[in-house]
């Protein structure tokens, strides 16, 4: 397990061609020093049932700003509030801003865990660095998000078809209209109950409309970080899928039309290789890929397993159709944090649709994967994957 922890942090940590944040560094906040303002007026919980994605939220929140000429304040949490920001604050002229995406589950002993929270860290603090705001601590941040959780504990739904999302978020309040490095910034952190990402459920096939025209990053760019900007431009892509009969997008890139992400999600292909061996096949981690948690999760039991190949390598549009036409494509499938698995079942290209035999085929790996997944979760199975957090 030593050695997979060690392969994985290789393979996460992606070291850029300079250090962008090494003039932003300082000494971080402190966990020890976080206060807590409790909320008088604490609002009434969901129906789990009841719930959709990203609409509702708790009574609490995180905040921790930040100055040039001061450093970091104190952690606080205090009752979920409006924030007032200058009308030329930089986040809101340049994008200076980024965001992770995590989650809190209801063990079935009433334990709340998070799931592989680290990597989240990890992730936001290069989007931090790329986006020149301040450096931080990884460790005294996780701490901090976790005595949110714990003092929002009640928001964590009593369902194993629901959990609480956790949005972190570290954006420039410059009151400035100079595009220039944010003198000051702010981390904060949402928490609220989520249910299926998608309206089709949590275990639907969804349909993906593959355009050429139209491209979500770029080598050189900026596509491997977690920032709002990467974001915000692919809402008329997924409008135009709609308007066709689609319900997510899968981008291409280049000549080769590399298949890259499916919507927010990383791409997955299970298929029968030109070799006749069972392989599991995602884009690589080049700096166009998100370098996602469920991703790594999946690429680590899958090596774990070792029923299968398992490999991280580019694959251009005519050698999928190829690959359809031939039979041998057996499941393709998105992964994220928010829908955990989400299998793909056709695709529209340039005109024609090709039907992906994913639910025909089970799909006894994405089924297996979501299972394994959401039993580390939901803490069916142990795993240190999964720490407990109240």
């Given amino acids: 397990m030593a050695a997979l922890r060690t392969a994985l942090h290789a393979r996460l940590v992606q070291t850029l061609p300079f250090s962008f944040g090494s003039l932003r560094s300082a000494s971080s906040f402190k966990a020890a020093d976080l206060t807590v303002e409790r909320n008088p007026k604490c609002s009434p919980k969901p129906d789990p049932s009841t719930l959709q994605f990203g609409k509702q939220f708790s009574d609490h929140m995180l905040t921790i700003n930040w100055s040039e000429k001061d450093g970091w304040d104190a952690p606080q949490i205090k009752p979920f509030q409006n924030l007032s920001l200058h009308p030329a604050c930089s986040a809101l002229h340049y994008s200076i801003e980024l965001f992770e995406g995590m989650k809190a589950f209801r063990g079935v002993d009433n334990n709340i865990r998070l799931f592989r929270p680290m990597l989240n860290m990890e992730r936001m603090h290069r989007s931090a660095e790329r986006s020149c705001l301040p450096l931080f601590d990884k460790t005294e941040l996780l701490e901090c998000i976790k005595k949110l959780v714990e003092v929002d504990q009640d928001w964590v739904p009593f369902s194993q078809d629901a959990s609480l999302y956790i949005r972190p978020t570290f954006i420039g309040t410059e009151p400035s209209l100079g595009v220039s490095r944010a003198g000051k910034a702010l981390i904060f952190v949402i928490v609220g109950p989520v249910g299926p990402y998608f309206a089709t459920g949590s275990f639907n096939p969804v349909s993906l409309l593959a355009d050429p025209a139209f491209v979500r990053a770029w080598k050189g760019g900026v596509g491997a970080y977690k920032m709002g900007g990467n974001y915000g431009p692919t809402i008329a892509v997924q409008t135009e899928a709609l308007k066709q009969g689609c319900q997510q997008v899968l981008w291409l890139h280049g000549q080769d039309e590399e298949i890259t992400e499916v919507g927010t999600m990383n791409l997955f292909i299970y298929w029968t290789n030109t070799k006749g061996e069972r392989e599991l096949v995602t884009p690589p981690l080049d700096g166009i890929i998100l370098p996602g948690v469920t991703r ?92 407990v957090v109240a």
């Fill in 296 to 387: 790594q999760s999946l690429l680590d039991l899958g090596r774990v397993w070792g029923e299968f190949k398992v490999t991280e390598r580019t694959m251009g549009m005519k050698e999928l159709l190829e690959a359809l036409d031939a039979g041998r494509v057996l499941e393709v499938f998105g992964a994220g944090t928010a829908c955990v698995v989400c299998p793909v079942g056709s695709l529209l290209y340039k005109g024609k649709t090709y039907q992906i035999p994913t639910m025909q085929n089970g799909p006894d790996l994405a089924k297996r994967f979501f299972k394994e997944l959401t039993d580390i979760q939901y803490g069916r199975k142990p795993s240190e994957w999964a720490p």
